[in-house]
């Protein structure tokens, strides 16, 4: 017997339906439910959807009744490779906020403004931006453990 036969069985028990019951919510006959549960024959998609709703339950948990779906508790803390946008952010706004720092205008003479940059200014928020993003590609790479261990 297929995981989706006992399945079908053990959703259509649990939502408290018979064969009959639940062949009436379908457009079928009750040998065509008893040939699901049996293994004889499937459901084409449409009606997996059909069954899925008469069962108040998801298609996937009709098919994959041992899978962990993606609602798990890690992948709703946070959004897919959310820290490694939060990186990339954090390292844009690191190198924006470097160069303004290194950036020094000064006066060389009269009506003569000059540039220079010191990179010593511009370090003090390369370096932090730089680690900051590193934590979180870190964070983001045991998530992704998690994510993979738990499905």
Known sequence: MSDFSSNLRQLRKKAGL???ALAEKLP???QT???WERGNSFPDLDML???SHALATDP???LYPNRKHKSSSVSRLVDDDFFGKLTVVIWIVGLLL???AGSQGYVSGPNALSWHFVFSDALRCWAPAL???MAFLGLQKIIDLLKERGE
Do not use: C, F
Request: hydrophobic share 40%; net charge negative.
């Open 49 to 51: 959807v059909h069954i």
């Open 33 to 35: 439910v008893s040939s």
């Open 131 to 133: 680690l900051i993003g």
């Open 18 to 20: 018979s064969q009959d």
């Open 98 to 100: 470097g160069l303004s």
């Open 60 to 62: 996937n948990e009709l």
């Open 28 to 30: 079928v006959s009750r």
